[in-house]
């Protein structure tokens, strides 16, 4: 059951509400009031009829209907256009986009409106023109009688399809036993071409062999090239390793040379380093001695440092002296002003 219809910018309706009661509504109205509006935009949200921009109004802005039905949870429903031209439902929180004329399948089963439950203005009235055979169709279509016989038809149709082929099949049975018939010798000769398998598996097997010990062949052939080109190298091995003997025997000298002459030279550094100490050695005493003054210097340095910290610490305690002694006498003139003599001490309670 409809709860309430809101219209907002479509077609004549700028902002109307209207509230449903349970039963049988009517719409009245004079001429060209907005009552096929209101009856549209019930179409609109219902079956998202019709497309395109002529349900906009002239004032612009946004163009959507709302429905809400009664129920405990009063779902509500929302359609609105789009600048793309595109309708969007929304049902309490879930949106939905309309493709075309589609309506989302949950809207619709939540609505759950057939096209009867609409009455336009100029339309005849339900079923009393309508003949009788267009009544019991109708009635058909609402105990959905004509899905059955659609069923029915469809069910027959398979069945006189099935008859057909199940006929069509048996002649073709028919016609591969006739066919097998002449195929007969082919035990004799499966048997036969069993054993041909077995022979080309085996002569298979036997390449293989073949391709290997070819293949080990040319490997033996190179292996022994190789042995004919290294046999003049074997034969100048004694001279070789005489040769790498004197080579090694010439580094050995060179390494002894090298470690010769660094010792040489580290010995010639000494004497020249030790010529250099002797200078130092004859003013070793004067070092000492200008040593000793320069420590003295810096251990005068710091008690002079030390002095200075003390004088100046002892300048910044007079001043501080002197400040304690004017807070003094300022508090003192203060106790006295407040607390002349004969007066009652608030603390001890005693006469000052």
Not at 37 to 45: D, Q, S
């Amino acid at each position: 059951m409809i709860h309430s219809l809101e219209v907002h910018n479509f077609l004549s309706h700028k902002e109307t509400y209207l509230e449903f009661h349970p039963g049988v509504n009517v719409i009245i109205g004079n001429s060209d009031s907005g009552k096929s509006a209101l009856i549209n935009a019930f179409r609109w949200v219902i079956w998202n009829r019709p497309q395109g921009d002529s349900i906009r109004s002239n004032w612009g802005g946004r163009t959507a209907v709302t429905l809400t039905l009664q129920g405990e949870g009063k779902d509500r429903i929302v359609i609105e256009r789009s600048k793309d031209k595109q309708d969007e439902y929304r049902l309490n929180d879930k949106v939905f986009r309309a493709f075309r004329t589609d309506v989302p399948e949950e809207i619709s089963t939540t609505i759950n409106i057939n096209e009867i439950n609409l009455q336009m203005q100029l339309e005849p009235h339900f079923l009393l023109s309508k003949s009788p055979g267009e009544v019991s169709t109708h009635f058909n279509k609402i105990v959905q009688l004509d899905k059955i016989d659609i069923g029915v038809q469809n069910i027959q149709s398979k069945i006189r399809e099935l008859t057909l082929d199940i006929k069509s099949l048996e002649i073709q049975e028919q016609n591969l036993q006739e066919r097998i018939k002449a195929f007969d010798y082919l035990e004799t000769l499966e048997i036969e071409v069993e054993a041909l398998e077995t022979m080309e598996s085996q002569r298979t097997s036997l390449r293989s062999v073949k391709s290997r010990l070819i293949n080990l062949l040319n490997k033996l052939l190179d292996i022994q090239q190789q042995l004919e080109d290294f046999k003049q190298i074997l034969q100048l091995g004694a001279e070789v390793d005489k040769i790498i003997s004197y080579m090694d025997n010439r580094n050995e000298l060179l390494m002894k040379v090298d470690r010769l002459g660094g010792l040489l030279q580290t010995i010639t550094d000494h004497n020249i380093y030790m010529d250099e100490l002797k200078d130092v050695a004859s003013a070793e005493q004067d070092i000492l001695s200008l040593h000793s003054l320069y420590n003295n210097k810096e251990t005068l340095k710091k008690q002079q440092i030390s002095i200075a910290k003390a004088l100046s610490a002892l300048s910044n305690i007079n001043v501080l002296l002197n400040k304690a002694k004017a807070n003094l006498s300022n508090l003192s003139s203060k106790f006295e002003e407040a607390f002349p003599i004969g007066s009652i001490c608030p603390l001890c309670g005693k006469p000052k």
